[in-house]
T-cell receptor
Framework: DAGVIQSPRHEVTEMGQEVTLRCKPISGHNSLFWYRQTMMRGLELLIY????????DSGMPEDRFSAKMPNASFSTLKIQPSEPRDSAVYFC?????????FGPGTRLTVL | AQSVTQLGSHVSVSEGALVLLRCNYS??????LFWYVQYPNQGLQLLLK??????LVKGINGFEAEFKKSETSFHLTKPSAHMSDAAEYFC??????????????FGKGTKLSVIP
């Protein structure tokens, strides 16, 4: 099993640009989670899906953030427009029953 | 509501010494409990988990944890620290959040340093 796959691994962009992060969950898992990790705030849950349906997006910081899961094998997290304070590592995780498996993360730097 | 408290954001131990990382939880229903480890510049990796049954659970790399319901604790231990154990450790509790999904609540993490 390849595990959770995230792309890109690193992204450097300029303020105001659109950023799209991608995630492929483990096959057969029915829940998908997007997290953000920073030194100041630690690990924060942004949004999660169950069976491709968004269940809780209360962690999404602003309307600039949006997430989709068009099918069971793909999800995106989009930031438009990006700001320097969005710089962080973004993790995707998938699970079947409780135990979550994390991807390697995308390190986003917004200049 | 569920919550997790990890005592000590930083813990330093000497190589070969006992590692003890503390975790207390609150949960209104029987919890599933997890310890994750994060090495620098990597994602979180599951160390061990408690669901039901034996309260002493063993994980990878010689770590173990004991579920103590009366103390609402799930402390992580390792008899002898190795340099490679230096990482950040997260305790987490899960609960069913409806519609067949399970959401993890994480502690704030404990950074373990191992002194040669």
């Amino acid at each position: 099993d390849a595990g959770v796959i995230q792309s890109p691994r690193h992204e450097v962009t300029e303020m105001g640009q659109e950023v799209t992060l991608r995630c492929k969950p483990i096959s057969g898992h029915n829940s998908l989670f997007w997290y953000r990790q920073t030194m100041m705030r630690g690990l924060e849950l942004l949004i999660y899906f169950n069976n491709n349906v968004p269940i809780d997006d209360s962690g999404m910081p602003e309307d600039r953030f949006s997430a989709k899961m068009p099918n069971a094998s793909f999800s995106t997290l989009k930031i438009q427009p990006s700001e320097p304070r969005d710089s962080a590592v973004y993790f995707c995780a998938s699970s079947l029953k409780g135990e979550q498996f994390f991807g390697p993360g995308t390190r986003l730097t917004v200049l | 509501a569920q919550s997790v408290t990890q005592l000590g954001s930083h813990v330093s131990v000497s190589e070969g010494a006992l590692v003890l990382l503390r975790c207390n939880y609150s949960s209104s229903v029987p919890p599933y409990l997890f310890w994750y480890v994060q090495y620098p510049n990597q994602g979180l990796q599951l160390l061990l988990k408690y669901t039901t049954g034996a309260t002493l659970v063993k994980g990878i790399n010689g770590f173990e944890a004991e579920f103590k319901k009366s103390e609402t604790s799930f402390h992580l231990t390792k008899p002898s620290a190795h340099m490679s154990d230096a990482a950040e450790y997260f305790c987490a509790v899960t609960f069913a959040s409806g519609a067949g999904s399970y959401q993890l609540t994480f502690g704030k993490g404990t950074k373990l340093s191992v002194i040669p």
